[in-house]
Nanobody, 123 residues
Framework: QVQLVESGGGLVQAGASLRLSCAAS????????MGWFRQAPGKDREFVAA????????YSADSVKDRITISRDNAKNTVYLQMNSLKPEDTAVYFC????????????????WGQGTQVTVSS
């Protein structure tokens, strides 16, 4: 069992940056690919980015790949999402996820979900 706790969300102005963190419990963090999803009001949850178990491989959604960076620190059991040049359309609840592979996470085949952290971008 892995528990995921996100942090770092908040209210920012357009153009600002935020770094989200997801801390994982348990000893199996490095055995999981990790990812981030987001869900805006009235919309379906959508994939944002994923990172492999070692951190050597990442994959990001086309809509954000120029503005975000996913990384992980296996020694700290933490995955990060650095978001730059934020736009109002980035407003959403951001969820951390754990899965078997980057490909699995990207298609939504997730073993564990966090509770989410709210990101609000004002214009």
């Amino acid at each position: 069992q892995v528990q995921l706790v996100e942090s770092g969300g908040g209210l920012v102005q357009a153009g600002a940056s935020l770094r989200l963190s997801c801390a994982a419990s348990g000893r199996t963090f490095s055995s999981n690919a990790m990812g981030w999803f987001r869900q805006a009001p009235g919309k379906d949850r959508e994939f944002v980015a994923a990172i492999s178990r070692s951190g050597s491989s990442t994959y990001s959604a086309d809509s954000v790949k120029d503005r975000i960076t996913i990384s992980r620190d296996n020694a700290k059991n933490t995955v990060y999402l650095q978001m730059n040049s934020l736009k109002p359309e980035d407003t959403a609840v951001y969820f951390c996820a754990a899965g078997i592979t980057v490909a699995a996470v990207e298609r939504g085949s997730v073993k564990y979900w966090g509770q989410g952290t709210q990101v609000t971008v004002s214009s």
